[in-house]
Nanobody, 115 residues
Framework: QVQLVESGGGLVQPGGSLRLSCAAS????????MGWYRQAPGKQRDVVAI???????NYADAVKGRFTISRDNAKNTVYLQMNSLKPEDTAVYYC?????????WGQGTQVTVSS
């Protein structure tokens, strides 16, 4: 069993910052990819950013230059630093881990950007 536990969501004003964390635990031998997705009300779940085991990253165009993803392989943890937040960033953010050929998801954490 693999569990992903997220933390760090909340309410922030436009232009503010938040840092999300996600720790993986359980039967983990090698996490190939970790990442963050988000789902706004009435919309599909979309990728925000991913980080590979070698540290290479990819970002959605909407967050490039504002969000930074990183991972600590020793702690099986992935982070998402979100700066210059906009109201359109409001969503439930989900952590994802790809272990061998299996995808695992966290329970989601709410991020609300509003004045």
């Amino acid at each position: 069993q693999v569990q992903l536990v997220e933390s760090g969501g909340g309410l922030v004003q436009p232009g503010g910052s938040l840092r999300l964390s996600c720790a993986a635990s359980g039967s983990i031998f090698n996490i190939n990819v970790m990442g963050w997705y988000r789902q706004a009300p009435g919309k599909q779940r979309d990728v925000v950013a991913i980080v590979n085991s070698d540290g290479s990253t990819n970002y959605a165009d909407a967050v490039k230059g504002r969000f930074t993803i990183s991972r600590d392989n020793a702690k099986n943890t992935v982070y998402l630093q979100m700066n210059s937040l906009k109201p359109e960033d409001t969503a439930v953010y989900y952590c994802m881990a790809l272990i061998t050929t299996n995808f695992y998801w966290g329970q989601g954490t709410q991020v609300t950007v509003s004045s």
